[in-house]
Each structure stands twice: as structure tokens, then as C-alpha cells.
T-cell receptor, first 110, second 110 residues
Framework: GIQVEQSPPDLILQEGANSTLRCNFSDSVNNLQWFHQNPWGQLINLFYIPSGTKQNGRLSATTVATERYSLLYISSSQTTDSGVYFCAGNYGGSQGNLIFGKGTKLSVKP | DGGITQSPKYLFRKEGQNVTLSCEQNLNHDAMYWYRQDPGQGLRLIYYSQIVNDFQKGDIAEGYSVSREKKESFPLTVTSAQKNPTAFYLC?????????FGQGTRLTVV
């Protein structure tokens, strides 16, 4: 089946540093999303980005669907950015039936 | 406020008991989903429903049951047949392709 691989699995940053998280998928996926899971477990929508580039403040994301990857950029990281970042996509005609990667656990140190 | 409400936030179950997790949304979304998350893992799909009175099994449906009698509600029952139910359960809904999540229910077998 479709596989979604995220890298790196763990990332430790000093506050103010920049980082790039990567999501590779094994087959064509649709409707790629990035989420941030906060320490209480809630999944916060960051980007819905099936293709192209989007920016929201210090975060931006790029999806190159033809090459089966997506990148999440975090600039000037803050301690509140800590948590787990997931990418997920669906395939075929299934709406919202998301296949998740295992996540990147980000720790930002003050 | 519009959103997805899951209850309870924490749930303890004795061996052999069935328990039901609630998920309600007031976003007027057609599709709803249940995911399970185990520690250090991504989310896996249990069941999903794209319209009222219809639902499909996801990747790990064994030991679970659902109903979709109203558009707003998609309760999940964890039955005694589920051998390892301790996990974090997340409900989601989507109108088109972008999914949004509730705050989750943490289920523990005691």
C-alpha cells in the first residue's frame, strides 16, 4: 500500500534556528496536509498543500507531487514549535482517508 | 464555536467492557473518520463515513463498531473483542479534501 516516510524522525534545535522537515510518499498521493501535534495530543492543521508552495508566518511548505515529496520549513524556531509534525495524504478517490507518516519530533531548546 | 468535539477526554475501561467514544461536529461536513494513535506512531484509520447511514472499514476495524445516524455525530464503540484498546483516539471530519481533527480521547484499559 501507500507509504509515507518522514525525516528526520527526531530533531533538536536551538531557539531561533531554521529547519526543514521532509515527507516522501511511495505513490501518487492527493490532498497532502501537514499537521502539528501539540503536547496535549491535538492535531493542528498547518497546511493543506496538494501542490505548490504556501506560507503562513514563519512556516512554509512546498509539495512537488510529480516527485512525490513535500517539505515543511520552520524559520526562527520558538519553543512553542516543539511537538510532533505529521504529513498525511490520501490516494485514489478516497476523500480524507489519510495515510500518515510516523512524524518528526521537534524539540526547540531556549 | 464551530468545530469537532470529542468526549470524554479520558476514559478508563475494565477488561471485557464495551465503551463508546463520542464525536460531534457542527461544521456541516459530510465525511467523518476515526483514527487510532499508539505511542510514537502515526495515525491509523479505523472507520470512516462519507454520508449518513453509510460507513466503511479502515485499516484496523477489528474490535470496533460505528454508527452514523446523524450528519453531526459519529460515535465509536470499542468492543471487548479489541484485544489491545489502550490508545489515543482521534475523530476527524472533512467537507472536501481537507480534514480537521478533534482533541482526542485517551482510552486506558485497567
Amino acid at each position: 500500500g501507500i507509504q509515507v516516510e518522514q525525516s528526520p524522525p527526531d530533531l533538536i534545535l536551538q531557539e531561533g534556528a531554521n529547519s526543514t522537515l521532509r515527507c516522501n510518499f511511495s505513490d501518487s498521493v492527493n490532498n497532502l496536509q501537514w499537521f502539528h501535534q501539540n503536547p496535549w495530543g491535538q492535531l493542528i492543521n498547518l497546511f493543506y498543500i496538494p501542490s505548490g508552495t504556501k506560507q503562513n508566518g514563519r512556516l512554509s511548505a512546498t509539495t512537488v507531487a510529480t516527485e512525490r515529496y513535500s517539505l515543511l520549513y520552520i524559520s526562527s524556531s520558538q519553543t512553542t514549535d516543539s511537538g510532533v509534525y505529521f504529513c498525511a495524504g490520501n490516494y485514489g478517490g478516497s476523500q480524507g482517508n489519510l495515510i500518515f507518516g510516523k512524524g518528526t519530533k521537534l524539540s526547540v531548546k531556549p | 464555536d464551530g468545530g469537532i468535539t470529542q468526549s470524554p477526554k479520558y476514559l478508563f475501561r475494565k477488561e471485557g467492557q464495551n465503551v463508546t467514544l463520542s464525536c460531534e461536529q457542527n461544521l456541516n461536513h459530510d465525511a467523518m473518520y476515526w483514527y487510532r494513535q499508539d505511542p510514537g506512531q502515526g495515525l491509523r484509520l479505523i472507520y470512516y463515513s462519507q454520508i449518513v447511514n453509510d460507513f466503511q472499514k479502515g485499516d484496523i476495524a477489528e474490535g470496533y463498531s460505528v454508527s452514523r445516524e446523524k450528519k453531526e455525530s459519529f460515535p465509536l464503540t470499542v468492543t471487548s473483542a479489541q484485544k489491545n484498546p489502550t490508545a489515543f483516539y482521534l475523530c476527524a471530519s472533512s467537507l472536501l479534501a481537507e480534514a480537521f481533527f478533534g482533541q482526542g480521547t485517551r482510552l486506558t484499559v485497567v
